[in-house]
């Protein structure tokens, strides 16, 4: 099985910048993902980390140590529309039926003025 | 415009009453999913499939069935609904590329009665 742990709020100001945490047990990795959503919304896919290190995607960062079951999403010059939730995802198992996403419950994000 | 289809957008059932829940993608994606989404228990897996005519349980697929006639679609029943069935229903799908993520569907709001 597997454990995924994130803050379940966060508020930040505008124009700042926030780091959102998670950390995750699992059997066996295999890639770890963000997504955004919105209220009322469907999850939207933001960024995949499969190697150690950070992958930068405009003002949106993710990064990953394996060794440590530890990721972070790193959100840079925070606007207003950056307000939802922010779901962990672990993917468990390399075999051709394990490509389920496992998600955190999400970390609500506030951004004020 | 190619995406994720999900119908009713949202339904008001009596207990004891047989629904099901419609998911039409038009990507060719092999792999797809249905995800339940409850405040304070994020998203959970119900079923899935890899390919057409393959099927798999989930992380709680009780009370739930599925089938997979052909790749485009994922349809989801609840043979005798339930009240813990009330919930927000989303269906997802995913290209086979390593690293991609799913792209989700948006979104059945059910409300068993």
């Known amino acids: 099985g597997q454990n995924i742990d994130q803050p379940t709020e966060m508020t930040a100001t505008e124009g700042a910048i926030v780091q959102i945490n998670c950390t995750y047990q699992t059997s066996g990795f295999n890639g770890l993902f963000w997504y955004q959503q919105h209220a009322g919304e469907a999850p939207t896919f933001l960024s995949y980390?499969?190697?150690?290190g950070l992958e930068e995607k405009g003002r949106f960062s993710s990064f990953l140590s394996r060794s440590k079951g530890y990721s972070y999403l790193l959100l840079k010059e925070l606007q207003m529309k950056d307000s939802a939730s922010y779901l962990c995802a672990v993917r468990d198992g390399t075999g051709a039926g394990s490509y389920q996403l496992t998600f955190g419950k999400g970390t609500k994000l506030s951004v004020i003025p | 415009i190619a995406g994720i289809t999900q119908a009713p957008t949202s339904q008001i059932l009596a207990a004891g009453r047989r629904m099901t829940l419609r998911c039409t993608q038009d990507m060719r994606h092999n792999a797809m999913y249905w995800y339940r989404q409850d405040l304070g228990l994020g998203l959970r897996l119900i079923h899935y499939?890899?390919?057409?005519?393959?099927?798999g349980k989930g992380e709680v697929p009780d009370g739930y069935s599925v089938s997979r006639a052909n790749t485009d679609d994922f349809p989801l029943t609840l043979a005798s609904a339930v009240p813990s069935q009330t919930s927000v229903y989303f269906c997802?799908?995913?290209?086979?590329?390593?690293?991609?993520?799913?792209?989700f569907g948006s979104g059945t709001r059910l409300t068993v009665v």
């Open positions: 997802a799908s995913r290209k086979d590329i390593q690293g991609y993520g799913y792209t």
């Open positions: 499939s890899n390919t057409a005519g393959t099927t």
């Open positions: 980390n499969v190697l150690d």
